[in-house]
């Protein structure tokens, strides 16, 4: 399903995988969903930004061990779940600033 909506989206080419958590029935936030994507990708934990609109997926993501950016485009208040995003912005572009961070 997930293909078949990037292909239709015309955006196909900007991707290398394109990974469900589907395939292993193990849902955020659980470890083995995010353990999923390290294994297919081949990445380590500290090398990973995880993006999300959802205040709660961007804590499952942190206590996994991810970094972690709020896309927070409405400016909701922050979510009270003890685990702040390591960074926020207001839409998708604030992760260029994020990678000329390193």
Request: no cysteine; aromatic share 12%.
């Amino acid at each position: 399903m997930l293909q078949s909506v990037v292909k239709n989206a015309g955006i196909n080419h900007f991707f290398h995988s394109i990974l469900s958590i589907d395939d292993v029935k193990q849902y955020k936030p659980t470890a083995a969903a995010y353990n999923y994507a390290l294994i297919q990708l081949g990445f380590q934990r500290e090398e990973v930004l995880f993006m999300s609109s959802n205040g709660w997926d961007i804590s499952g993501a942190k206590n996994f061990g991810f970094h972690t950016a709020w896309i927070n485009r409405s400016n909701a208040p922050s979510e009270k779940l003890g685990l702040a995003p390591d960074s926020i912005y207001e839409d998708i572009t604030g992760i260029l600033e994020w990678k000329s961070q390193e």
